[in-house]
């Protein structure tokens, strides 16, 4: 903990924790909103899973811009556009009132995600600029332990407020929260100069991309990172939801609890591992995701087991996401770090989006939830086999 502490003291790193931990408990507050309004309209399994690949989208087609813009463009003036962004998306959702308008929507949560994957790569490319070592680690554990606590609260809190409000009521203080994040940036005070660009949009696309080829060990690393894209549950848990918890608790509040106690222990796995996890041991702790979730599948049909192993799923994820970030941030030059972190920001959710879409069709085709989620755990088995070639072979 007074490792956590020390670095917060850093008055960048935490005014910028500040903003991270009220937009994204906005985010997963009116993303519990979202999926049980698509419940209500009576969504099928694919529109739900295509729905929930749409929030990831945008980090895939959107890399080469993404991260241009964040190599060009002062870092504050690109916040404060991207939390406007985000406003008016928001606001949007409340048009959304009949299945008619799914596809309106998928556009807005496009441009919404589309904001946030670039504010997120703004803020992970301006932290290997101004710090390093031990202190840039324990701030993406910071950053990983406010994505779950964010997770796990605005969940809960999200999933209660829209039982007895209504989806109105979420949405309109998701928005209230990014306002608050916005004035919270302007009193940001940032002694960062960026260097001067004499290349075009194009050429920096094609320097970027021609760096990234050069370096195999950051391309092996970055898809090291995109693994974690297995964890991407949203479509699962809503068809838990839907289809086997329905009678016992409604699907807003199944959805908000169920994803609340994962992120729990997203957010304390940390606390616990953290100091003890390193490039010598991170095989052994993908083998132990991989059974956690294979374990999760075996309890799934009872909610409150479910609940139980679904803990120790996130226990683990939190940790292998930072320690993964963190390889691929010490091994890029700074001048590249904000299209490198695009590019692994791409591929992290192209391996989202894959698996949101697995889980719809493979339950449209007729695998079980269960089978679902032994696949899903096997892929972090063969993880950790890909991780020992790496380290074999780079490391």
């Given amino acids: 903990m007074s490792r956590y502490i020390k670095t917060l003291s850093h008055p960048v790193v935490a005014r910028l924790s500040l903003i991270q931990l009220i937009s994204y408990f906005g985010t997963w507050f009116s993303q519990v909103a979202i999926f049980s309004l698509l419940v209500e309209l009576n969504a099928g399994p694919l529109v739900i899973s295509m729905t929930a690949a749409m929030a990831m989208l945008p980090a895939v087609v959107l890399a ?16 404060a556009t991207l939390l406007a962004i985000e406003i008016a998306a928001t606001l949007g959702f409340m048009l959304i009132d009949s299945l008619s308008l799914v596809w309106l929507l998928m556009v807005l949560i496009f441009i919404r995600s589309a904001a946030s994957s670039m504010l997120f790569s703004a803020e992970m490319t301006l932290f290997p600029k101004i710090i390093e070592g031990e202190m840039l680690k324990n701030t993406n554990e910071i950053h ?51 260097p001067e660009q004499t290349h075009s949009h194009w050429q920096m696309f094609l320097d970027g991309f021609a760096y990234l080829k050069s370096r195999q060990k950051l391309i092996h690393l970055i898809l090291l990172h995109a693994a974690l894209g297995l964890t991407s549950f949203d479509a699962l848990v809503t068809l838990l939801a839907d289809y086997e918890y329905k009678t016992l608790i409604a699907v807003p509040l199944a959805i908000g609890w169920i994803n609340a106690v994962r992120a729990i222990a997203l957010m304390i796995g940390p606390f616990f591992i953290g100091r003890w996890i390193h490039n010598r041991n991170l095989h052994y702790f993908f083998i132990l995701e991989g059974i956690a979730i294979i374990v999760w599948s075996m309890v799934q049909h009872n909610f409150y087991l479910s609940l139980i192993a679904l803990f120790g799923v996130g226990f683990f994820t939190s940790t292998l996401w930072s320690q993964t970030y963190l390889m691929l941030q010490q091994e890029t030059d700074k001048a590249y770090m904000g299209r490198i972190i695009s590019y692994n920001d791409m591929f992290f959710m192209l391996s989202n989006i894959t698996t949101a879409l697995f889980i719809g069709y493979a339950y449209e085709w007729g695998l079980s939830l269960q089978g679902i989620t032994i696949t899903l755990g096997i892929g972090f088995l063969l993880t950790a086999t890909y991780y020992l070639w790496i380290r074999k072979s780079y490391l």
């Fill in 144 to 194: 990983s332990i406010i994505w779950s606590f964010t997770y796990a609260s605005g969940m809960a809190v999200g999933g209660v407020i829209t039982y007895h409000f209504g989806y109105h009521a979420a949405f309109i203080t998701d928005a209230l929260l990014y306002t608050i994040a916005l004035t919270i940036l302007m009193g940001l005070k940032l002694a960062l100069s960026l």
């Fill in 64 to 79: 080469p811009v993404i991260g241009i813009a964040v190599d060009r463009i002062p870092f504050k003036r690109l916040m």
